[in-house]
Every structure is written in C-alpha cells, then in structure tokens.
C-alpha cells in the first residue's frame, strides 16, 4: 500500500474552480493507477476519474467530461485533479485512491477533502 495525503479543496461559487493534489509516500509511483472518487451525503462513493501508469490516459464519469481534468507528476509524486465550471452538484467528499501493480482493486485512499459549490 501506498500513503496518499490530499490538499486542496473548499468553498467556491457555482461556474468557479478548484484544484485537489494528492501525494504519494512511494518511489514506485509511477508504477500506480491513480483515480478520483467522491461521495456526496447520503448518496453512494462514486468514480469521478482515472489515469494510467505509462500512457497516463485518462477516463472520466459523463458527469464531469468536459470540466474535470486528472493529471498526473511523476517526479512530484502526486496527481491532481483541476476542476472547472464548477456545480452545486458537485459537492462533495473528495477521495484519491491507488492500484499497485497486479491489483485489481483500490488499495490505498486518501483522507478525503470537501468540495462545496454554492449556488
């Protein structure tokens, strides 16, 4: 497992922008599959965006494409999550999450940080 510590998040007004980071505690992180998840009260943690080892292709929800970008540091050991045009749906924990190398599921997460959107 990996130790994932997240930075960023807050309050902004509908239409504006945020920025989340998550760093890495592993000189294997390249190795890693890294994503994005969220979970708004009372409903269920949902994917939100992923990216890749070498490719560092990324994959989205259809509720975000479009305003949400995943990248990725290598030499930073932590990726990020740039958030445009920003909702009230929005709102919501935010989770980063890592795969290791052969692992099917998401091993390693963050702590969490709240996003909140006003209307």
């Known amino acids: 497992q990996v130790q994932l510590v997240q930075s960023g998040g807050g309050l902004v007004q509908a239409g504006g922008s945020l920025r989340l980071s998550c760093q890495a505690s592993s000189s294997l992180f390249s190795s890693y599959v890294f994503g994005w998840f969220r979970q708004a009260p009372g409903k269920e943690r949902e994917f939100v965006a992923g990216?890749?080892?070498?490719?560092?292709?990324?994959s989205y929800a259809d509720s975000v494409t479009g305003r949400f970008t995943m990248s990725r540091d290598d030499r930073k050991n932590t990726v990020y999550l740039q958030m445009n045009s920003l909702k009230p749906e929005d709102t919501a924990i935010y989770f980063c999450a890592a795969k290791g190398p052969g692992q099917t599921t998401w091993s390693s997460w963050g702590q969490g940080t709240q996003v909140t959107v006003s209307a």
């Open positions: 990216i890749r080892r070498s490719s560092h292709s990324t």
